[in-house]
């Protein structure tokens, strides 16, 4: 089964300056799907980016890029020019590509990173 | 366009009474999931649909019940509530994997405590 880790709890960061949140999983599928997703204090779970394990272009939105490297199983996200705005907990999430066995529906969640913005 | 609603949005519940949460979506996704989110838990699945009349259960089923008798509706039952689910509450939904659109739309969760 896949699992999803995230090994940084809370994290802060000044407003305008840079902050990488950490992921790492555990599959032995070769294709896959990673989603950062975002739950700031309404509790909505508002998707952050998407990345396809097949493209080994890193995906950007904006403020927001990863770091995705395959063989490591890692999956960071960073913040550029953080806002009071991105105050929030993000959750890393693996979905699988593979059909074999019926797992390809779900999406496996790490446990959180509450990320708090300075002023 | 409403997404995925859930319904309702509050509850508290005495201990050993039932309740049903409902979940609605109008995308047309096949697919369908109840999670729970507890502090430091993450989120971790209860139960999930693949579609119309399917159901699985997930890794946290004990204690749920679901049904999917409508392809937009997915329903969560309690039947008889205990304190340890007491939690927060989110329903899902997706589509299969032969669209790219792969993530999952997220309703915007019951809080529910039983007490």
């Known amino acids: 089964a896949q699992t999803v880790t995230q090994s940084q709890p809370e994290m802060s960061v000044q407003e305008a300056e840079t902050v990488t949140l950490s992921c790492t999983y555990d599959t032995s599928e070769s294709d896959y799907y990673l989603f950062w997703y975002k739950q700031p204090p309404s509790r909505q779970m508002i998707l952050v980016i998407r990345?396809?394990?097949?493209?080994?272009q890193n995906a950007t939105e904006n403020r927001f890029s990863v770091n995705f490297q395959k063989a490591a199983k890692s999956f960071s996200l960073k913040i550029s020019d953080s806002q009071l705005g991105d105050a929030a907990m993000y959750f890393c999430?693996?979905?699988?590509?593979?059909?074999?066995?019926?797992?390809?529906?779900?999406?496996?969640f790490g446990k959180g990173t509450l990320l708090t913005v300075n002023p | 366009n409403a997404g995925v609603t859930q319904t309702p949005k509050f509850r508290v519940l005495k201990t050993g009474q039932s309740m049903t949460l409902l979940c609605a979506q109008d995308m047309n996704h096949e697919y369908m999931y109840w999670y729970r989110q507890d502090p430091g838990m993450g989120l971790r699945l209860i139960h999930y649909?693949?579609?119309?009349?399917?159901?699985a259960k997930g890794e946290v089923p004990d204690g749920y019940n679901v049904s999917r008798l409508k392809k937009q509706n997915f329903l969560l039952g309690l039947e008889s509530a205990a304190p340890s689910q007491t939690s927060v509450y989110f329903c899902?939904?997706?589509?299969?994997?032969?669209?790219?659109?792969?993530?999952?739309?997220f309703g915007q969760g019951t809080r529910l405590t039983v007490v």
């Open positions: 899902a939904s997706s589509y299969s994997r032969e669209f790219m659109n792969t993530e999952a739309f």
């Open positions: 649909s693949v579609g119309e009349g399917t159901t």
């Open positions: 990345q396809e394990a097949y493209k080994q």
């Open positions: 999430a693996y979905r699988s590509w593979e059909t074999s066995g019926g797992s390809n529906y779900k999406l496996t």
